[in-house]
């Protein structure tokens, strides 16, 4: 972006990301991208017990379907859809099931578990979608976790989320 003339204000920083509400458009599909990391960053999400407990807080948190998920040591990305027409607000669900793993956190002496906020988009058609977790899916691989990104227990996908233009 060039620098403001003199005389004109410069733009406004952001200091956290911006969060839309959904977008409804016609009977197209609404799929959300989301990602979400731990206080610090620190690696505390990729276990058994911390993928079960997530599982259960995605469950419980049913204004939102998660669709495929992938599990990274310090952080997660998903796909949702809404469960309720009109959608709840995405942020208001991130922090329920947020708050959900956090009260069923083996190791309560960690401290705050969750950044405050997340990254969210929503995805604007088929090809995203499918691009968007061919890239996710290969993070494991990324990260030198695993050498093919079948092997990463910590994925899967909860509910199909299917693409309707």
Not at 69 to 90: G, K, Q, R, W
Not at 96 to 102: F, M, P, Q
Not at 129 to 151: F, H, I, M, Q, T
Request: with cysteine; hydrophobic share 40%.
């Amino acid at each position: 972006m060039p620098d403001p003339s003199p005389g004109e204000n410069p733009p406004p920083q952001r200091k956290r990301p911006a969060h839309l509400p959904a977008f409804e458009h016609s009977n197209r599909s609404i799929i959300q991208f989301v990602t979400v990391c731990t206080q610090g960053r620190r690696p505390l999400l990729a276990t058994d017990s911390a993928h079960a407990i997530l599982i259960a807080a995605w469950e419980a948190a049913t204004w939102y379907r998660v669709g495929r998920y992938v599990i990274m040591p310090d952080h997660i990305h998903l796909f949702c859809a809404p469960a309720t027409n009109p959608p709840e607000s995405l942020m208001k669900w991130i922090n329920l099931w947020k708050s959900h793993a956090a009260r069923h956190w083996p190791d309560l002496t960690i401290g705050k578990l969750w950044q405050r906020d997340s990254w969210d988009t929503q995805l604007r058609a088929t090809d995203h979608y499918s691009a968007k977790w061919s890239y996710v899916r290969e993070n494991p691989v990324r990260a030198g976790l695993v050498a093919n990104a079948d092997e990463w227990p910590y994925q899967g996908e909860l509910n199909p989320l299917s693409w309707h233009d």
